[in-house]
């Protein structure tokens, strides 16, 4: 999460420089463009290493290696991966191909690391509250959680980059073509609780809530 919220900062640090360094407008654009995607593309790499890291393969039995590949086909649809098991190093690779690029990973057999999502001592990381709300629509909150370590503007432009990753998945791709809305409460509703996580965000309700206005009570008065 640290090396995640250094490379926002320097997305926000070009934003700012890049107009000022190069005066063509257009140009500025297409640099911070090929800067955003090679670091999306880095963060998807390692996001997808976490998970596998993460992902239980109790043996390389062909049940086993089964479940594996049915699991990742959840997330990124059928005909998308392949796993190769390794009896010599007692793990599996898996192959995942998606519009964004092909994923390669490694599972190994056995043990699977205690916490994925934890700092480099492998504690939990601690979330504080996020709430957010639209510009459209003020008066309804959606009350998110966000990793402590990462500060609001960092997790606004985190939970950005969330949504439009999700839309751009299969699982994204396959809501639109069904016609749903690419709305952010569709996007709440619908976006898998480990994508948030792994964007250093934490989903507590699904649905916004109307903002209430609380009213102090008059005391009374002692006779």
Same mark, same amino acid.
């Given at each position: 999460? *640290?090396?995640?919220?250094?490379?926002?900062?320097?997305?926000n640090l070009l934003k700012s420089v890049l107009p000022k360094a190069v005066p063509d407008a257009k140009l500025a654009q297409i640099i +911070?463009?090929?800067?955003?995607?090679?670091?999306?593309?880095?963060?998807?790499?390692?996001?997808?290493? %976490?998970v596998c890291a993460k992902t239980e393969l109790p043996s390389l039995s062909k049940d086993a290696l089964e479940q594996v590949k049915e699991?990742?086909?959840?997330?990124? $649809?059928? !005909?998308?991966?392949?796993?190769?098991?390794?009896?010599?190093?007692?793990?599996?690779?898996?192959?995942?191909?998606?519009?964004?690029?092909?994923?390669?990973?490694?599972?190994?057999?056995? /043990?699977?690391?205690?916490? !994925?999502?934890?700092?480099?001592? $492998?504690?939990?990381?601690? &979330?504080?509250?996020?709430?957010?709300?639209?510009?459209?629509?003020?008066?309804?909150?959606?009350?998110?959680?966000?990793?402590?370590?990462?500060?609001?503007?960092?997790?606004?432009?985190?939970?950005?980059? /969330?949504?439009? $990753?999700?839309?751009?998945?299969?699982?994204?791709?396959?809501?639109? *073509?069904?016609?749903?809305?690419?709305?952010?409460?569709?996007?709440?509703?619908?976006?898998?609780?480990?994508?948030?996580?792994?964007?250093?965000?934490?989903?507590? +309700? %699904?649905?916004?809530?109307?903002?209430?206005? &609380?009213?102090?009570?008059?005391?009374?008065?002692?006779?």
């Open positions: 999460m *640290r090396k995640q919220n250094q490379e926002l900062l320097l997305l +911070y463009s090929a800067f955003e995607k090679e670091i999306t593309s880095k963060e998807r790499t390692a996001s997808f290493e %976490k699991q990742f086909e959840t997330s990124f $649809g059928k !005909g998308t991966v392949s796993v190769v098991p390794h009896p010599g190093k007692k793990a599996a690779s898996v192959e995942v191909v998606t519009p964004q690029g092909t994923f390669e990973g490694v599972i190994k057999v056995g /043990a699977v690391e205690a916490n !994925g999502e934890g700092d480099e001592n $492998g504690d939990k990381p601690k &979330f504080v509250p996020f709430p957010v709300a639209l510009e459209a629509d003020p008066e309804v909150i959606w009350m998110l959680g966000r990793d402590e370590r990462m500060t609001p503007d960092d997790a606004t432009i985190a939970l950005a980059k /969330a949504q439009d $990753g999700f839309w751009e998945s299969k699982s994204g791709q396959q809501h639109l *073509r069904k016609r749903t809305e690419r709305t952010f409460p569709e996007f709440m509703s619908k976006v898998p609780s480990k994508a948030l996580t792994e964007a250093g965000l934490k989903r507590h +309700y %699904k649905e916004g809530e109307p903002l209430k206005q &609380f009213k102090l009570l008059k005391a009374r008065r002692q006779e």
